[in-house]
């Protein structure tokens, strides 16, 4: 399984960071690939090209606030979350994902 993600907050500095190590780890521990893009108060980091979008098996993007360049995920699977969501229940986000694909 490829993750994507891009988290973003309204201030752009702690929340932002947070909710990307969150996620992160998260998608780590079930052993999954996981990129995360932060759009933070300094811009773009580690920012996910367009290879890495042809790779990936769902995106994740936090939803408080627009997330730039959004139009390269067109025709993935999207989960928005909110960035506090991101940064407490990261572990719970990827089991509702896990379990969704399941299904699928």
Not at 29 to 34: F, L
Request: aromatic share 2%.
């Amino acid at each position: 399984m490829k993750l994507l993600g891009i988290t973003s907050c309204p201030s752009g500095v702690a929340h932002t960071y947070m909710a990307a190590e969150a996620l992160e780890t998260a998608a780590k521990a079930k052993g999954w690939d996981v990129k995360i893009e932060t759009q933070g108060s300094i811009g773009i980091e580690n920012e996910i090209t367009m290879s890495d979008v042809a790779d990936a098996d769902i995106v994740i993007l936090t939803k408080d606030i627009a997330i730039k360049n959004e139009e390269r995920f067109a025709g993935k699977r999207i989960v928005r979350v909110g960035v506090a969501d991101a940064v407490k229940k990261a572990p719970q986000i990827m089991d509702k994902i896990e379990a969704h694909l399941a299904q699928a």
